[in-house]
């Protein structure tokens, strides 16, 4: 047999289930790994090693009783540290919040326990989710096991540090501006940003703006597909609401035939001064080369949001800066860029945060008339390679950093605007090594196009992306 880890997580949940695998020998296995190797990498803030075990040997109890196991029975899937996990710590990123323990648990993490799942730990963000980069005062950098010198990047940077080094299958990640596609991009991994709507925030975190999103991070498509069957629900008092999938489930979709599509595309970042690197065009060309021979049209496009919508996003950045509470005296405690964030989101009148919301609002409206004339947009997902750990940081003012994540990542965020499904494909690598995603978005609740299209590019490029692995594998 190959090492576990090299194993899916459908495989693996397929193996506990014929008894080849039991749930405690996979627990014990990516626990050695991640002691062995999350030193280097940075993927986890709090391993849970004592509760994943005694999950382990429930789960193992019931593959012995079930008749009927769950989907992902005995299979670790680390939960993102924004999310709440009850009785662990949760640090949101930030030293902030040290010595805080969760009261409750998200309902996203009830659904993945409720598949079996069993939770390793963890994993780290950078503080409150805000930056697009994972490094900060309470756990080490996380880094791409492509290039440990560089970073992960955020906010799902550790989530996808860990799957691509092999210290999980899969993981639960979030995004709110790009905060899933963009560690993929960087850590060579499959992500899904889903439809606005699709995974509640219950019972605590709000969805007021509908930007955030809970979402699967993976080695390839078949994993993903069915971790957002499990992830996908709603509670009374969501916002927003998600139609379902028409096959049924979003696993049905993979392999099913995809049809001929008409794609656009565009590589003209909404930042203004954004500078798309040479070698993320040859991803997009090559990602444009490769839907062309699977037999897709593929149209270029002027991209359907205009530089005026930068402003207004950044307004209701500065304000999401606010929304998570910090105790008297703690403010001393925060990341010169978060504070810097919320200093100007509390000087932000509501009056302008709504018209803000209202303004990108309007702008949907018309992009929604050009992309769903399209079955799905091909983009970049970031502009660069993966940037070297501290570079973000790496110069006089926190709007400076701001300044380098909003060039780094304009991209993604307009998914998040429009509530629109998106995937990064990890399908390019450089002649370094260093792995560069390209994006596709879809239509409002068409993650299964998507998903039938990435099941399809994937076949075709060699299965799991060619089987590539780091160094660190």
Known sequence: ?????????????????????????????????????????????????DRALDEARKQEARVLESTDPPPFLGVPIPIKDLNLVKDVPIFFGSAAYEGFTAP????????????????????????????????????????????????????????????????????????????????ASVCGLYGIKPTRGRISFAPIIPDLAGLSTNGPISRNVADAAALLDVMAHNNPGDLYWA?????????????????????????????????????????YESASAVLESLGHEVVDIAPPFGPDVVPEFVKMWFTFACMHPVAEGMESRL??????????????????????QSALQLATRFALLVTDEYDAVLTPTVTRP????????????????????????????????????????????TPDGLPIGVMLAGRFGDEGTLISLSAQIEASVGGFWGERRPPIW
């Open 243 to 283: 139609p379902p999938p028409q096959r049924g489930s979003f696993a049905a979709y993979v392999g099913a035939d995809p049809g001929r599509l008409r794609i656009a595309r565009y590589a003209t970042p909404v930042v203004p001064d954004a500078d798309v690197h040479p070698e993320v065009l040859a991803a």
């Open 386 to 429: 993966p940037a070297p750990v501290g570079w973000f940081e790496d110069v006089d003012t926190p709007e400076e950093t701001f300044e380098r994540m909003k060039r780094f990542a304009p991209f993604a965020a307009p998914y998040n605007i429009s509530g629109q499904p998106a995937v990064n494909l990890p399908l390019y690598w």
């Open 1 to 49: 047999m190959a090492h576990i880890h090299d194993l899916t997580a459908l495989e693996q949940a397929a193996a506990v289930r014929t008894r080849e695998l039991s749930p405690v020998e996979i627990t014990e296995h990516y626990l050695e790994r991640a002691d062995r190797l999350d030193g280097e990498v940075g993927a986890f803030v709090t391993l849970t090693a």
């Open 335 to 356: 990341r010169p860029l978060t504070a810097w964030l919320r200093e100007r989101g509390f000087a932000t009148p509501a009056p302008d945060f709504l018209k803000a």
């Open 104 to 183: 409750v648990d998200d309902s996203v993490v009830e659904r993945l326990r409720e598949a079996g799942t069993i939770m390793l730990g963890k994993t780290s963000t950078p503080e409150f989710g805000l930056p697009c980069y994972t490094e900060t005062a309470v756990s080490p950098p996380a880094r791409t096991p492509w290039d440990l010198s560089r970073s992960a990047g955020g906010s799902s940077g550790g989530a996808a540090a860990a799957v691509a080094a092999g210290l999980a299958p899969a993981a639960q990640g979030s995004d709110g501006a790009g905060s899933i596609r963009i560690p």
